[in-house]
Structure formats: C-alpha cells, structure tokens
T-cell receptor, first 113, second 110 residues
Framework: SAVISQKPSRDICQRGTSLTIQCQVD?????MFWYRQQPGQSLTLIAT?????????ESGFVIDKFPISRPNLTFSTLTVSNMSPEDSSIYLC??????????FGPGTRLTVT | DAKTTQPPSMDCAEGRAANLPCNHS???????VYWYRQIHSQGPQYIIH???NNETNEMASLIITEDRKSSTLILPHATLRDTAVYYC???????????FGPGTRLSVLP
C-alpha cells in the first residue's frame, strides 16, 4: 500500500490568483495522477505525471492552466493558475502501487470566490 | 467515457448483505474489474479487483459472471460506515488511469 498526504487540505482563494497543491507519498512510485472532482460529480483525470518526463494532459486540460512538477519519486505539485469560480473543486492525487491498485490522497478542497 | 453502468443509488439495511451490480458488457479479455468507494469528503478507497474468478478479501467479495459482462460487489454485513459512492471500473493494464463513472450511492439504513 501507499500513504499519501496532500497540502493544503482546503483553501479559499480569490479569482485571478494561483494555488499550488502538494502531494507527498511515503514510498517511491513511478506513476502519479492528478484528478479533479467538481461538486456533485465523479472524478476526472487531469494529467499523468511520471518522474523524469513531462506530464501528459487529458483532453480539456492544458499545462498553462494546470502546471505540474514531479521532481522526484515521492513528490508532485499541481498548480491551479489564474483561478475562476469554475475551478472550485476537490483536487486529488493518486499513485500506482503494487500490481493493480491505485491509492488516492485525501484531496484538496478549493473554493474560488 | 466509463465502460461500466451502475444503478445510481441503492439502500441496504444495517447488518444485511449489500449487493451492488455492475454491467461491463464490452469488457475485453485483458481487462480487470475494480471496485473503489468514496466516503463523503474523502479520497477513493480501493476495495477489490478481479479478472475472471470470484475474489474475496477482508472488505468484500466480487462475483464475476462467466461471460464477464457483469459483476456484483458484495458487502456481507453492511454497517453505517459503508455508506458511500461505489465505483465499478474496468482497466486493462498497469499504469493506465482509472475512468470513473457516476457510481452507485449506497445508503446503509439503521
């Protein structure tokens, strides 16, 4: 298994500002994923972040809006840039650990006013 | 799009078995069936997965039909803490992301 922590757990931000979310894992993992969960909705993948390479973004998500860093095998950050109220969501990171399981962090609840 | 269909909601009496169905009629031979759940305001939690055979662990049992077009997650003795959204997902290979559908909202009633 893998234990994942995220910082901050929640934040309230002004529109037009940026927020960087940190994801820390207690073991080395190759693949990390960032998801968004809008209010009342299911999870949507934003991007896949592998250490040593550029993140791969899903359709509808762009690097300028959601830049990702992956400096080592236990850490990643997701920045939500130039925020608008539509960015209010829960942001979750997950890691691939073991043969089949993905483990998810507790999420960062973002409210943009 | 998610490759599975699930009922949007279900109720279950506390102490009884909760049987959550999932249809995955287009599943490929190399795709596994995974179940996750999300308790309110928490990240999704892995429950169980299987390929062809039925599987059981400390949390639940997974029954996969012989043609693999559907499966059922069984929580043998549901408790109030099992109230959550349950997601059935199919995935073929290690490292591929999970595609989450709307899931089934299970309410365990006292």
């Amino acid at each position: 298994s893998a234990v994942i922590s995220q910082k901050p757990s929640r934040d309230i931000c002004q529109r037009g500002t940026s927020l960087t979310i940190q994801c820390q894992v207690d073991s080395q993992v190759t693949m990390m994923f960032w998801y968004r969960q809008q209010p009342g909705q299911s999870l949507t993948l934003i991007a896949t972040a592998n250490q040593g390479s550029e993140a791969t973004y899903e359709s509808g998500f762009v690097i300028d809006k959601f830049p990702i860093s992956r400096p080592n095998l236990t850490f990643s950050t997701l920045t939500v840039s130039n925020m608008s109220p539509e960015d209010s969501s829960i942001y979750l990171c997950s890691v691939e650990a073991g043969a089949h399981e993905q483990y998810f962090g507790p999420g960062t609840r973002l409210t943009v006013t | 799009d998610a490759k599975t269909t699930q009922p949007p909601s279900m109720d279950c009496a506390e102490g009884r078995a909760a049987n959550l169905p999932c249809n995955h009629s287009t599943i490929s031979g190399n795709e596994y069936v995974y179940w996750y759940r999300q308790i309110h305001s928490q990240g999704p939690q892995y429950i169980i997965h299987g390929l062809k055979n039925n599987e059981t662990n400390e949390m639940a049992s997974l029954i996969i039909t012989e043609d693999r077009k559907s499966s059922t997650l069984i929580l043998p003795h549901a408790t109030l803490r099992d109230t959550a959204v349950y997601y059935c997902i199919v995935r073929s290979s290690y490292g591929q992301n999970f595609v989450f559908g709307p899931g089934t909202r299970l309410s365990v009633l006292p």
